[in-house]
């Protein structure tokens, strides 16, 4: 496995929308584990294979208190959703910042997994979020997008300055 470099907004990448996986073979899996080992080691609870610069439709998820329930969504597509819940959150890309964002409290989604098998998942809560905020990068779109133009751009502002500095 390998810990793979993560795109920081306001990175244009990002805006890349992902393609379907066409087969769920050994290079597809690799992928998977490179993520989740990515995802954790930067102590996230989800990633999408855009925020790697792999425009796949890929996403991993980790929502358990002990990080030891990896979830694999592969060409995810939502079926429906309802109700509503306002939450704070982060993103791997967008280091160091939260906001509150209102997204779908209840969803079904159906994907197949690190098999290949088809499945469908009731969620709500936290998952429910975490589901909707990759799906949101495999689209090509980055929470902070939901946020005022004048957050975005002082988010924008503080993550080329703090950038500037790591250099």
Do not use: W
């Given at each position: 496995?390998?810990?793979?470099?993560?795109?920081?907004?306001?990175?244009?990448?990002?805006?890349?929308?992902?393609?379907?996986?066409?087969?769920?073979?050994?290079?597809?899996?690799?992928?998977?584990?490179?993520?989740?080992?990515?995802?954790?080691?930067?102590?996230?609870?989800?990633?999408?294979?855009?925020?790697v610069n792999v425009h796949k439709r890929?996403?991993?998820?980790?929502?358990?208190?002990?990080?030891?329930?990896?979830?694999?969504?592969?060409?995810?597509?939502?079926?429906?959703?309802?109700g509503s819940q306002e939450r704070d959150?982060?993103?791997?890309?967008?280091?160091?910042?939260?906001?509150?964002?209102?997204?779908?409290?209840?969803?079904?989604?159906?994907?197949?997994?690190?098999?290949?098998?088809?499945?469908?998942?009731?969620?709500?809560?936290?998952?429910?979020?975490?589901?909707?905020?990759?799906?949101?990068?495999?689209?090509?779109?980055?929470?902070?997008?939901?946020?005022?133009?004048?957050?975005?751009?002082?988010?924008?502002?503080?993550?080329?300055?703090?950038?500037?500095?790591?250099?």
């Open positions: 496995m390998a810990l793979l470099p993560i795109l920081h907004y306001p990175d244009p990448r990002l805006h890349t929308r992902a393609s379907p996986v066409v087969e769920v073979d050994a290079e597809i899996r690799k992928l998977v584990d490179d993520m989740a080992e990515t995802m954790r080691a930067a102590a996230g609870i989800g990633l999408a294979a855009t925020q890929l996403i991993v998820l980790d929502v358990s208190e002990d990080q030891q329930h990896l979830q694999v969504f592969i060409n995810p597509k939502l079926l429906s959703q309802d959150e982060g993103c791997l890309s967008v280091p160091g910042i939260y906001d509150r964002v209102t997204r779908a409290e209840h969803i079904v989604v159906e994907a197949l997994d690190r098999e290949g098998r088809l499945f469908t998942l009731e969620a709500d809560g936290l998952l429910a979020t975490c589901v909707q905020h990759e799906m949101d990068h495999l689209e090509g779109k980055v929470f902070v997008e939901y946020l005022s133009q004048l957050k975005q751009n002082r988010i924008k502002t503080k993550l080329r300055k703090r950038a500037r500095e790591t250099l």
